[in-house]
């Protein structure tokens, strides 16, 4: 399959996927206008559930390269159709150069690149979006490929895990920033702090304008199915 056979396997799958989750959940998703038309663009988003990269890429008008964790492929019929989904698999336990230079390839070839910089679902305090410090691998990346960064957060995707969801839809928001570029000189931890303060901006402005409770920060998919136990009783 070629590339043109490949995003247009992206954009059919969104299609598909974007039919099924809107009728198990309130699915509100803003900034599209923000995802640039053409050129390579490091998408960053935090990661709360297996549903997320669905939910960025389901109304984006490009295809997006996800960066994900190597294990995945180990499966013959899902390692398939990751590759032909573009997918870039990494090594999560140690630094892999491979997945750095192949994430570096895409964005200088006009790509976007989707990195979860969380290396795994967070919630709680392990969330970026909750206290933890953002990884320095997406400045990293952004600064190898001369590529802008373009924040995004995922609020209530962990609440599909919840079989209840398809008799009573949750609601679930997505949200894209304003691209961020490396300024002339900018150390890399510098812009590490700056990815993370857009993150957390989108997060408190969701919180604020659709008065998102607690309850609905990000949580643990065992800690979903034990509330939803719980619920039955």
């Known amino acids: 399959m070629g590339q043109g056979g490949r995003d247009r396997f992206f ?3 969104a299609a598909i996927c974007d039919r099924v989750l809107r ?10 206008e923000r995802i640039p038309e053409s050129g390579g663009c490091l998408l960053v ?39 032909a989904l573009n997918v870039i698999p990494v090594d999560r336990n140690r630094q892999d150069p491979r997945a750095a230079m192949a994430a570096v390839g895409r964005l200088k070839q006009g790509r976007i690149v989707g990195l979860f910089p969380e290396r795994g679902i967070r919630h709680g305090k392990a ?13 990293a990346l952004a600064r190898m490929a001369n590529a802008p960064v373009l924040p995004a ?35 890399r931890c510098r812009f590490t702090e700056r990815i993370q303060e857009r993150l ?34």
């Open 11 to 13: 954009a059919i799958s």
């Open 200 to 233: 957390l901006s989108l997060f408190e402005s969701l919180v604020k304008r659709h008065e998102i409770d607690p309850i609905d920060f990000p949580h643990s998919a065992q800690e979903r199915w034990k509330e939803e136990g719980r619920a039955r009783k």
């Open 23 to 32: 009728r198990s959940a309130r699915i509100s998703i803003e900034g599209l």
């Open 127 to 139: 969330s970026i979006l909750l206290g933890a410090r953002l990884n320095p691998s997406a400045a």
């Open 45 to 83: 988003c935090n990661h709360i559930s297996h549903f997320d990269p669905i939910l960025l890429g389901m109304k984006s008008p490009r295809p997006i390269d996800y960066v994900a964790d190597g294990k995945l492929f180990n499966d013959l019929i899902l390692s398939q159709i990751l590759g």
């Open 153 to 187: 957060v995922v609020v209530g995707s962990d609440r599909l895990y919840q079989f209840r969801s398809w008799r009573r839809p949750p609601r679930v928001f997505v949200s894209f920033g304003e691209l961020l570029t490396l300024a002339p000189g900018e150390e």
